[in-house]
């Protein structure tokens, strides 16, 4: 018999097991609309509609309908399957982040690098495709006004890249606007994501999943250790250090929390602190570096308006020289920092070290020696 696994084996394998990132992919791949996606008090995760079928159960799985599973980038060997889709062979066990060049840059039209994170590099990459007709369209995530509850949103424009510009640091399943991008024309699609979103768009191609591995066409990843629950907000922030959610105007983490507000004070929190609040979808998670993204880019090392950027792909490879060929962003080797590539190093042995046991071993995979 031919192994068709489908949401039965997913729902057991992954979304019940602690291996579930929350990043909506199953949700947004299903061709018959049977799975949504619960985002309330912490849980992030998929399941499926009680009109078919019940919570385990899905009548299209039993007719054959594997589509959620071709989109999980946690089930079964996702990573040694997207690897070779991506890069064309398996990462090596020294290669802990992925393979990739590690370079830094930042990006040079002022209003880009002071509205972005820095240095602004994603929204720079996000407009030259977009004004190259490179992508119709970005997923990205929003924020209301004073809100700070991140969400999925598309931009289009200039001013949507920039207005959703900045890091949070609850989560966001960005491939849920994928339907409204679609809806409005869209056929060339980037992602911007953590780990866990940034394998989907692969795990989508190498499986076969159909229009939408098509659509996916651009990752750009972001370095992320671990994101937190909405409740850090009012039982931390504001319970402990006086700071109200709508006085916040920019969150960065550097070693610490740090969080500006309106008064144009700068307030820091102990990370310590904040590992209560720990989404439950990041506990598990061996991917720091978006191993599978084009590009992936984050702003740890020395230089605060630097973005330490690790391009991995073809495309990764064409979108940074013609940034850099369009004067928009200057770039260093990333050995002028080597701080920062020695956190990336340590930051994504701590990551892979989550990984389960019981689960395809690859991801823990640990190299013998640190750089």
Request: with cysteine.
């Given at each position: 018999?031919?192994?068709?696994?489908?949401?039965?084996?997913?729902?057991?394998?992954?979304?019940?097991?602690?291996?579930?990132?929350?990043?909506?992919?199953?949700?947004?791949?299903?061709?018959?609309?049977?799975?949504?996606?619960?985002?309330?008090?912490?849980?992030?995760?998929?399941?499926?509609?009680?009109?078919?079928?019940?919570?385990?159960?899905?009548?299209?799985?039993?007719?054959?309908?594997?589509?959620?599973?071709?989109?999980?980038?946690?089930?079964?060997?996702?990573?040694?399957?997207?690897?070779?889709?991506?890069?064309?062979?398996?990462?090596?066990?020294?290669?802990?982040?992925?393979?990739?060049?590690?370079?830094?840059?930042?990006?040079?039209?002022?209003?880009?690098?002071?509205?972005?994170?820095?240095?602004?590099?994603?929204?720079?990459?996000?407009?030259?495709?977009?004004?190259?007709?490179?992508?119709?369209?970005?997923?990205?995530?929003?924020?209301?006004?004073?809100t700070w509850r991140a969400?999925?949103?598309?931009?289009?424009?200039?001013?949507?890249?920039?207005?959703?510009?900045?890091?949070?640091?609850?989560?966001?399943?960005?491939?849920?606007?994928?339907?409204?991008?679609?809806?409005?024309?869209?056929?060339?699609?980037?992602?911007?994501?953590?780990?866990?979103?940034?394998?989907?768009?692969?795990?989508?191609?190498?499986?076969?999943?159909?229009?939408?591995?098509?659509?996916?066409?651009?990752?750009?990843?972001?370095?992320?250790?671990?994101?937190?629950?909405?409740?850090?907000?009012?039982?931390?922030?504001?319970?402990?250090?006086?700071?109200?959610?709508?006085?916040?105007?920019?969150?960065n983490i550097k070693g610490?929390?740090?969080?500006?507000?309106?008064?144009?004070?700068?307030?820091?929190?102990?990370?310590?602190?904040?590992?209560?609040?720990?989404?439950?979808?990041?506990?598990?998670?061996?991917?720091?570096?978006?191993?599978?993204?084009?590009?992936?880019?984050?702003?740890?090392?020395?230089?605060?308006?630097?973005?330490?950027?690790?391009?991995?792909?073809?495309?990764?490879?064409?979108?940074?020289?013609?940034?850099?060929?369009?004067?928009?962003?200057?770039?260093?080797?990333?050995?002028?920092?080597?701080?920062?590539?020695?956190?990336?190093?340590?930051?994504?042995?701590?990551?892979?070290?989550?990984?389960?046991?019981?689960?395809?071993?690859?991801?823990?995979?640990?190299?013998?020696?640190?750089?």
């Open positions: 018999m031919v192994d068709k696994p489908q949401w039965r084996e997913l729902f057991s394998e992954v979304v019940t097991s602690g291996q579930c990132t929350g990043c909506a992919a199953c949700v947004v791949a299903c061709p018959h609309d049977v799975l949504d996606y619960d985002d309330q008090d912490g849980h992030y995760k998929p399941w499926h509609l009680d009109i078919d079928g019940g919570r385990e159960d899905c009548t299209h799985g039993i007719k054959g309908c594997t589509m959620c599973t071709r989109a999980c980038p946690r089930f079964r060997s996702w990573e040694a399957e997207i690897d070779v889709h991506r890069v064309g062979r398996e990462r090596t066990e020294d290669e802990v982040y992925g393979v990739g060049d590690v370079v830094l840059a930042r990006a040079l039209d002022p209003e880009v690098a002071g509205t972005g994170q820095d240095g602004g590099v994603v929204s720079a990459i996000l407009l030259y495709a977009l004004e190259h007709d490179l992508i119709d369209a970005a997923l990205v995530s929003a924020t209301g006004e004073g969400e999925p949103a598309v931009a289009r424009t200039r001013d949507e890249v920039l207005a959703t510009a900045g890091s949070r640091y609850t989560y966001s399943a960005n491939l849920l606007a994928y339907p409204e991008a679609v809806a409005a024309g869209a056929e060339r699609v980037a992602l911007v994501g953590m780990g866990c979103m940034a394998s989907a768009p692969g795990a989508m191609q190498v499986r076969k999943a159909g229009k939408i591995a098509r659509r996916l066409s651009l990752t750009i990843g972001l370095l992320c250790s671990k994101t937190f629950d909405d409740r850090i907000f009012d039982e931390l922030f504001e319970a402990r250090y006086g700071l109200v959610r709508e006085d916040i105007v920019k969150m610490v929390f740090q969080i500006w507000t309106r008064d144009g004070a700068m307030h820091e929190v102990p990370l310590k602190e904040a590992h209560a609040f720990t989404r439950e979808g990041c506990q598990q998670c061996p991917d720091f570096a978006a191993e599978h993204a084009d590009i992936s880019a984050g702003g740890i090392g020395a230089f605060g308006d630097w973005t330490l950027l690790i391009v991995r792909t073809e495309l990764g490879r064409m979108l940074l020289q013609g940034l850099i060929d369009g004067g928009r962003i200057e770039v260093r080797p990333g050995d002028d920092d080597p701080g920062a590539v020695a956190l990336l190093h340590k930051l994504a042995q701590v990551s892979r070290r989550r990984w389960p046991e019981s689960a395809d071993p690859k991801p823990r995979l640990i190299p013998l020696r640190r750089p």
